[in-house]
DNA sequence: AATGAATGAGCCTTCATTCAT
DNA sequence: GATGAATGAAGGCTCATTCAT
């Protein structure tokens, strides 16, 4: 039944999803929604959750062993992040910052994983600095834990429409675009304009 | 009056934006807003449509040269569009991913836009190849510009949300970020999985 | 179970009280409520006819002897009539003209009662008037009933909001009203405009 | 409009009342209502408190000169309810205490003419003993003045069923009724149980 | 005998959209 | 050219009522 709301919330967006339809999709009728989720804000709120914690669970899953080497960890995250977007696109549909449109109490609700999630990869960040025995301000560790993760999304979504992109590949490009530019700032080895 | 519009499509998003409030916030009455914008689709394209040209325009005016090379332009480009969102941020909002309400054939509209600007950082991405007599697919090369609009996207999300946090500092973070990772894949110095 | 009902029919009305309240405060499930009272509808007339009929006993009980004078006999049916009513109020709230609401077939159940006793107060003031050998309209005899049922309804109402206000008390307030009342009426002496 | 909502309200109480019928029978369509009046609520509060008011204004403007004697401001007053009543059926029911079961916000309103409309009458009966000299407590004037409202409410709505009974004959059955037991009272020749 | 589970039908409310002026 | 006034259509939510067990 959930399944049914997120698919509805996924194609239309919370505003536009009609309970009638997402109803209907699930087979059962509308009261019966109402029996079990409540109203439409918490039959959302209760998706985004359930989502979120499973793509948590699944990347945490992939990472498996936090003390491994930090690049392997970025990697391993990576791949499972990309994996379980393929195959649910769906919940990443509802997930992504494409849904935070609508009210602000499910932006919080999506963005609490957005922010487990960048909050994890800036401590994977700050290890590998340590690792080089690299300096790195704090600042920088969190906007460089955005530009990351903003660039997941942005990887995730465009190969969710580009046939033949597999997962593999994409956390492939994303380590090799990330995990340079990561090393040289660990080692100040900053670009700029000339 | 497309003014009005653009700030409450920001405000509450598509769906949630009312005609009313629109035309209360313009100074005017409905009928006067269907008469010159037609129906509220067609007003929220316009107004995506001139941010969008807008938001081109300015970066391109930052790029201003395409013959310079390709770091310079990339950012020169960085640092406009960081600027540009800076100082228009219900523009921002409107045309941001998070807009991109599902279902609604809006999202051509702004995705076009997006398209133009990976279009424009591909280009750049593969100057710089050259430059190096570096070897990449092509696919490679849109890939990373995704990966790389993303990741801007994201910063300028984020520097929304963090006082204090200039375009400047943004267009650096990021140009750091990328630039040395672009740069060792053109030299083939990949990643790989141990 | 009907006592259940009837505690929720005083409290919300017949239509904002629910079939759902009525079973759980009853202790049973909803379906067997259907099977021993059928509709809601069936519910709430089963309800009015025993708290009719109970009040109709106690003002019979009081009354006690048809044979007596007759202003012993209103005395009696008054004091019986106030004293169940404070002792019942959810009874008489359902009771009560407050609780006939428009449009349903059920005013009729309440109006059964209601004529009852309005019949037995009339018989009353014509026994009343053949023992004066007074001479009074038949038509008058039933609008003083209703006069003198309706004042003693709203007697009630008051009584149940006004603390310390005791059945003995507003039975003899309304006693002394009626009956000097309905003694000059009865020797033709009658008020009439100047 | 607001007389469509009435003539509503008044056949089916307030809950069974439907703005969709309220919207046909004025002729107009169901958002006009809620542009004009608002929610339901404030739609019935209003009409409640139009009707309220005209009835009182109809019983003021009878009495007309509050220093004649107590007993022709009683009769015009009361000659002046049963025509209203007898003239606007509809007003009546709704704000007769057979209104009253719908939610404590109306009870509020419609009872705030009630106590008007008894305070009005418990003036008169305490003019009255003045007048005659005579001592009764203040408590008995209130419940007086209570159980004289209630017969005049509970005659309006029996009139309202006979057919051939005009205002004028009930009102004088009323004044008749109540004059003589009120003028008792005030002389302490009360009537007790032997 | 008794109930958990399920629903058809309807109501209040809103909003994009259009006439008549 | 501009608007006050009006509405069709749809959505969220509830409740009396009934099966299958």
């Given at each position: 039944m959930k399944d049914a709301a997120v698919r509805c919330f996924a194609r239309h967006g919370y505003q536009a999803a009609s309970m009638d339809e997402i109803?209907?999709?699930?087979?059962?009728?509308?009261?019966?929604?109402?029996?079990?989720?409540?109203s439409k804000e918490e039959l959302f709120t209760a998706c985004i959750r359930r989502e979120a914690g499973?793509?948590?669970?699944?990347?945490?899953?992939?990472?498996?062993?936090?003390s491994r080497p930090a690049d392997e960890q970025?990697?391993?995250?990576?791949?499972?992040?990309?994996?379980?977007?393929?195959?649910?696109?769906?919940?990443?549909v509802v997930l992504s910052r494409r849904a935070w449109t609508q009210g602000e109490q499910f932006a919080a609700e999506a963005s609490r994983m957005r922010e487990e999630i960048a909050g994890f990869v800036a401590g994977l960040i700050g290890d590998a600095a340590r690792d080089v025995h690299g300096v790195i301000a704090e600042r920088d560790v969190h906007a460089?834990?955005?530009?990351?993760?903003?660039?997941?999304?942005?990887?995730?979504?465009w190969a969710g429409g580009t046939p033949g992109m597999t997962a593999k590949e994409a956390a492939s490009t994303l380590m090799n675009f990330a995990w340079a530019g990561l090393g040289n700032l660990m080692k100040s080895e900053r670009w700029s304009p000339r």
């Open positions: 109803a209907e999709l699930a087979g059962v009728s509308k009261p019966l929604v109402y029996l079990y989720l409540g499973a793509l948590l669970d699944a990347v945490a899953a992939g990472v498996e062993d936090r970025l990697w391993a995250g990576l791949l499972a992040f990309f994996t379980y977007v393929a195959d649910h696109p769906d919940a990443w460089l834990a955005q530009a990351l993760v903003g660039s997941a999304e942005s990887l995730a979504d």
